[in-house]
């Protein structure tokens, strides 16, 4: 009972913590289904679609697929076991990787062998969950898998 009522005070106290230092972040953005991590809000899917689809999901709620950047965001990914779309695709330009946002594919965590674009048909990038670092693989954008939106606070 005790470490109950424990639990939610400190529940609470982050929550109002979160939102002082977030100052006009959408309390929409508190709501279930998001996750915060390092000064952006994620959406991790409940139901499957493709590449196209889950993008425009993510713009619908004001995001974007998401962009990795870090190898701290890398990790932060390996919390959520299922394959999901990331913001990544060279459907511009075979071999020529982008983000969503139109920059360049700098640090990668391809998994072995990958990007293969196997039979020419793997433009979009997923996450395949395996227990490893590097678990970046390339697939057909029509495919439907999960997706994990971000967006961005301002820092």
Known sequence: ?????????LNISLRLSLEERSAGVP???FQKGWEYFHSSFYY???????WQESRDDCVSRGANLMIIDSQEEQDFTRRFPKRMWIGLTDRAQEGTWRWVDGTLLQRSYWYSGEPNDEWGEEDCAE???KDVE????DMPCDRQIHWICEKKMAP
């Open 127 to 129: 996450i395949n969950y």
């Open 1 to 9: 009972g005790l470490l109950c009522i424990i639990q939610v005070a």
């Open 27 to 29: 309390k929409r953005l």
């Open 134 to 137: 590097n678990s970046w693989n």
């Open 44 to 50: 991790i899917s409940s139901t499957e679609k493709t």
